[in-house]
């Protein structure tokens, strides 16, 4: 989870292409949503971590039971949406 925090925190915090950049990367791999979930959780974060995961659902892709109650959690503290 480390490097995908890393990416996040690179992001210039404008170019949509970097993030789709990175998503493409993303989509290979199988615990990515959970790790974005989880980074969901750090102000830092978020605003980097909720464009992906918009994208990863604007792909039509779910999330599990498990990251939407997570998820949920994490919104009640959001301090960028």
């Not at 493409?24 to 949503?33: F, G, K, M, R």
């Amino acid at each position: 989870m480390m490097a995908l925090r890393q990416v996040i925190l690179n992001w210039d915090g404008k170019s949509s292409d970097y993030l789709a950049g990175v998503y493409l990367n993303l989509a290979c791999q199988a615990d990515a949503i959970t790790q974005l979930v989880k980074l969901m959780a750090e102000p830092a974060c978020q605003p980097g971590a909720s464009w992906l995961l918009k994208q990863h659902l604007a792909h039509l892709q779910e999330l599990t039971p498990v990251q939407q109650n997570r998820l949920l959690d994490i919104f009640v503290a959001l301090d960028c949406w």
